[in-house]
């Protein structure tokens, strides 16, 4: 099987790099579609559209609905074709820009997605999370290419929740443990083949630069200001983290996290959180070190990313909803089965349950 790494066409980061990026994008469209929510819009839409309009860049900017639906993708993407427009921007949230990259699937137009916060790594990648009316996952949809440019505003980024930045970092905790995962069982990535090194050695740079850096960016989030740190954690919870998913594989803690979709009270949960969950719960199942896992715990508990099953919310009925969860997880097709060992409903009923004693004893003590 071929070795298959794949990445954004152009990746753009630091200070206003929403108002700046105009430059680049004339070279791929003259007249763009742009998509946000109203919150979004009224935060960074004159800053997008007046940075096109500076380069000549015509635009038509539309209200997002909040759920990258069917639904939604083929409303939004019939208007942009009777706008005539030749390119799409999203700017937003993971949901906004997974919408972004799927009309520029559906209608062949480039893609440019502006993330307001780095709570996820999905920016990056070739592929969109669609979700039913209700919210509830349906499935990914897998794109040929990944979009044509990401623009990371860095004084956008500060300003935004804490809790976001943070979530990120949940998302990008998960990055080293399942490529290296996937590395093992010699798993087909999202890419298409094979892991490369370079993938891998992004995956390990991402994690490495979460300790090194993630507390000192999460307090630099807290006064709204853009440093080093945070500039690197940006750069890691997005184009490393991105990267490192998306050509070496996801395993157990995504699937863990799609587990936790179905129970009410994790709804209220952003990606990252429940990822950083799945993550703990992966090195469970897969017996990793002790120390490593101190380690992930003591990265979770300075930044605050919940440990136990109580700090997501689930707190009575535990069992029964933990096998529930645990079923969920194993279901067919889903990237747990990309772990190098067999994997079973019991076994990550386990790792779960067994995951969350470990985060309550280390609170406890800690």
């Known amino acids: 099987m071929l070795q298959v790494i794949q990445s954004p066409a152009k990746y753009l980061q630091g200070p206003d790099a929403s108002a700046l990026f105009g430059q680049y994008a004339k070279n791929l469209a ?78 062949h137009l480039p893609v440019v997605v502006i993330p307001t916060i780095a709570s996820t790594d999905a920016p990056t990648s070739a592929l969109s999370v669609i979700y039913t009316e209700a919210g509830e996952f349906e499935e990914y949809l897998v794109y040929p290419k990944n979009p044509d440019m990401v623009v990371m505003d860095t004084a956008i980024i500060a300003k935004a929740p804490v809790r976001l930045l943070v979530a990120g970092m949940g998302d990008a905790l998960s990055t080293w443990f399942e490529a290296k995962a996937c590395f093992d069982a010699r ?102 070190p002790m120390e490593e896992i101190e380690t992930v715990l003591g990265f979770c508990q300075k930044v605050g990313l919940p440990m136990t099953l109580s700090q997501m919310g689930v707190k009575d009925g535990t069992e029964e909803k933990i096998l529930a969860v645990a079923k969920a997880t194993c279901a067919e097709g889903e990237t747990i089965h990309n772990m190098p060992f067999p994997v079973t409903a019991q076994s990550v009923y386990g790792a779960i349950l067994a995951a969350d004693r470990l985060g309550a004893q280390w609170m406890a003590t800690h």
């Open 30 to 107: 003259d007249n763009y579609f742009v998509i946000a929510d109203d919150f979004v819009m009224k935060l960074a839409g004159d800053k997008v559209l007046n940075g096109l309009h500076e380069n000549g860049i015509s635009s038509h900017a539309e209200r997002f609905n909040g759920e990258c639906s069917h639904a939604e993708i083929n409303r939004l993407g019939a208007i942009a074709k009777q706008k005539g427009c030749k390119g799409v921007v999203g700017i937003g949230g993971g949901k906004t820009l997974d919408t972004a990259k799927a009309i520029g699937y559906y209608q």
């Open 187 to 288: 798993a087909v990535s999202m890419a298409g083949g094979q892991s490369t090194a370079a993938a891998l050695s992004l995956a390990r740079l991402c994690y490495d630069t979460l300790l090194a850096e993630g507390e000192k960016a999460r307090l630099a989030a807290e006064a709204g200001v853009v440093t080093m740190a945070l500039e690197r954690i940006v750069e890691a919870n997005t184009y490393l983290s991105g990267i490192g998913f998306e050509s070496s594989g996801l395993a157990a803690a995504h699937a863990i996290h799609n587990g936790f979709t179905i129970l009410e009270e994790c709804h209220h949960l952003y990606h990252g959180e429940k990822v950083a969950f799945g993550t703990l719960s992966q090195l469970v199942l897969q017996n990793s």
